[in-house]
């Protein structure tokens, strides 16, 4: 009988859910050269443990794959990470409004306060964004920029002034500049439907110097590892370059300090010129080249612009122009020619229909023959669209999107349209390849619990219950969309995604057994230990002694300094702002409205000097500090 090959590492006393239907459960897992060498009992485990290797006991720990994030945008967030005050998961305005003072408060000239979406008004307790004059109070002269969803933007007027808008600023096609009754801008941006305005005003901000990219892709990377993520697929974005915006991610490749898996696409960037850019890149990059850490994975989310049909359900639905089919054919005739696997953002049903048309025409020519490409989204897609997904071997690729926009949804289409919306049981029950993802960091936010929270009990962050239970997904169907479903989207489907023999050694622990706490306690999971190729990438609670150095953000202003990313409850003593606000949110009910007596709101009076968390005092409860 032959030695058991010796492992590098060893995870004992473990918990492990492999989502490996041969061998669903484990004690053990034993890691060599980056991969499972043996998945079974502490015995056989233990087998492959020589004079070397490095023993982990989990205590007992339940465990679980890497999550596997289908379609998020890491390389432009990374790159923007430590500029942005996230208010990702802040419980209330109140909160999010003290972070933002406090923010503006330290942060130098001409840097701006960047609150750059992963949030919904509707988390918060009074359900509402905060008003013009509240971000022109807590912020006068540090320029602000909010972005919520893919709707709206809210700049204070020492950001009008930053960008330069003013009464003779035209509004750009497909999106309105607010302006008060004398024509002046208010500071308010509107996407009709269009979110060009947006991301065009968000550009005009200073960047970080390269240097400070570097820390702030690392700082980023380690918050995903901290919220279980091991793998990602990035969807490109609008003004992501190619080769430019690259070279940061890829630096730290070459350096052995990537702690995320990313496959990336390549999205267009210029309008009428995107076959141009595609035969460009396809000269330059084989299909799918890279390694297991940094990986081409084809085009896309973006082919041509004129396809962009834009999910802000307070709009209308876009009907696309009439050269979107010749527009598409010439990329996607382009793009199966040589092999490049691509994907297409497509929310609603009726651009779907005409993508398809355009992709059957293309197949009769040159057959996809098991190319992988699939649809982003897919909020309204019908089932005989579904269908005609399968018959042409593609995927959908969902985000919890809903999770942040339901409410805007109903109120445009419905309660009854928003039951399927995505139908993802629809979609498996047809034998689609689905994977999980968030879509992050500007339309919803990176955590991946919370898209698992909204698939399994169909429920908005606002609470409002979305499905009926024949599209609601149990948790372990829930699970394998983020990690084995998630692998076909990065052509890695049997190499992760599992605790496997011969898989990528990626797992997690999570703060509390997914499968055991109640559902409504999921979105608020966090991991404990997340390992990526058997290597240890963070550790918290029980495991800190084996977390790596903490990078730190080159720019001393930064945010995540202060508050991190996504929200955690602050330390004793760290934010006298922040406790002052959270003693508030027990009124955060009145607070939604002004004050009926004095005649305007709160959130103005409770950031400024008067102890007003103090509810016995005449400052608090009595007088609510409605006078300053």
């Known amino acids: 009988m032959n030695d058991p090959a010796t492992a590098d590492i060893v995870f004992t006393n473990g918990r492990f859910t492999t989502l490996d239907r ?38 007992g720990a339940a465990a679980l794959p890497g999550l596997h994030d289908s379609h998020t945008h890491l390389i432009r967030a990374g790159l923007n990470y430590a500029m942005e005050l996230r208010w990702d998961g802040v419980p209330s305005l109140a909160d999010a409004m003290a ?8 942060t130098p000239a001409p840097q701006w306060v960047r609150v750059v979406g992963g949030f919904t008004e ?79 005003t968000l550009a005009k901000g200073p960047k970080l110097d390269p240097d400070a990219q570097e820390a702030s892709t690392r700082l980023f990377m380690r918050e995903l590892n901290r919220l279980g993520i091991t793998s990602v697929i990035d969807a490109g974005g609008g003004f992501q370059n190619y080769p430019e915006d690259y070279r940061v991610i890829e630096k730290l490749r070459d350096a052995g300090e990537l702690t995320v898996r990313i496959g990336y ?9 995107e076959a141009e850019d595609f035969r460009q890149w396809t000269g330059m990059l084989p299909p799918l080249s890279g390694t297991d850490m940094l990986r081409h994975n084809g085009a896309g989310e973006m082919l041509v612009f004129s396809a962009a049909d834009f999910e802000d359900f307070r709009e209308p639905r876009p009907e696309l122009p009439a050269s979107m089919e010749d ?36 197949n009769r020519d040159i057959p996809f023959n098991g190319l992988h490409w699939f649809f982003d989204h897919a909020e309204t897609i019908s089932p005989r669209n579904i269908d005609r997904v399968k018959a042409l071997g593609g995927g959908i690729a969902v985000q919890h999107r809903m999770a942040y926009q339901g409410e805007y949804f109903i109120e445009r289409y419905g309660a009854g349209p928003a039951e399927h919306s995505p139908p993802i049981r629809r979609m498996l029950d047809a034998g689609l390849p689905v994977g999980g993802g968030t879509d992050a960091t500007r339309v919803a936010s990176y955590n991946p619990w919370v898209c698992l929270y909204w698939m399994v009990t169909g429920k908005t962050l ?21 990690t084995s479903g998630s692998a076909w989207f990065a052509n890695a489907e049997g190499k992760k995604g599992q605790i496997k023999v011969g898989q990528l050694a990626d797992f997690i622990v999570p703060s509390r057994d997914f499968f055991g706490i109640p559902e ?14 058997g290597r240890i990438v963070h550790g918290d609670g029980g495991f800190a002694n084996l977390a790596p150095p903490m990078p730190k953000a080159a720019n001393d202003w930064a945010p995540t300094k202060a508050f991190g990313g996504y929200w955690r409850e602050p330390a004793a003593g760290a934010q006298a702002a922040g406790r002052a606000a959270r003693a508030m949110q027990p009124f955060a009910d009145c ?38």
Not at 100 to 106: H, T
Not at 129 to 154: G, M
Not at 342 to 348: D, G
Request: aromatic letters at 6%; proline letters at 6%; one cysteine or more.
């Open 520 to 533: 409504s306690d999921i979105k608020d999971l966090v991991s404990h230990l997340t390992v990526v190729g």
């Open 99 to 106: 972070m933002l003072k406090a923010q503006a408060a330290r």
């Open 462 to 482: 606002g609470g409002t219950a979305l499905y009926r239970p024949d599209n609601l997904l149990d948790r372990d169907t829930a699970l394998r969309l983020w």
């Open 265 to 273: 696409n390549l999205f267009t960037q210029r309008p009428k010129q």
């Open 122 to 200: 509707q988390q918060f307790a009074e359900k509402r964004l905060p008003t013009l004059a509240e971000i022109n109070a807590a912020a006068p002269d540090t320029p602000v920029f909010i972005l919520h969803l893919y709707d709206r933007a809210l700049l204070n007027g020492a950001a009008l002034r930053a960008v330069g808008y003013g009464k003779d600023t035209p509004n750009p096609p497909g999106g309105e500049i607010a302006r008060d009754a004398q024509g002046n801008p208010t500071g308010l941006l509107l996407a009709k439907p269009n979110a060009m305005i947006l991301y065009a």
């Open 591 to 628: 607070c939604a409205k002004p004050c009926a007596v004095h005649g305007h709101g709160h959130t103005q009076s409770w950031l400024g000097n008067a102890p007003v968390s103090d509810e016995k005092s005449f400052w608090g409860a009595l007088g609510c500090a409605c006078w300053l």
């Open 22 to 59: 041969q061998n669903p459960v484990a004690t053990a897992v034993a890691v060599a050269g980056g991969k499972f060498i043996a998945v079974g009992s502490h015995e056989d485990i233990m087998r492959h443990a020589g004079a070397a290797t490095q023993v982990i006991d989990l205590a």
């Open 327 to 362: 527009e598409l054919e010439r990329v996607v005739r382009l793009l199966v020619e040589k092999r490049w696997p691509f994907r297409l953002h497509a929310t609603y049903d009726e651009s779907i229909g005409r993508a398809l048309d355009t992709f059957e025409k293309v």
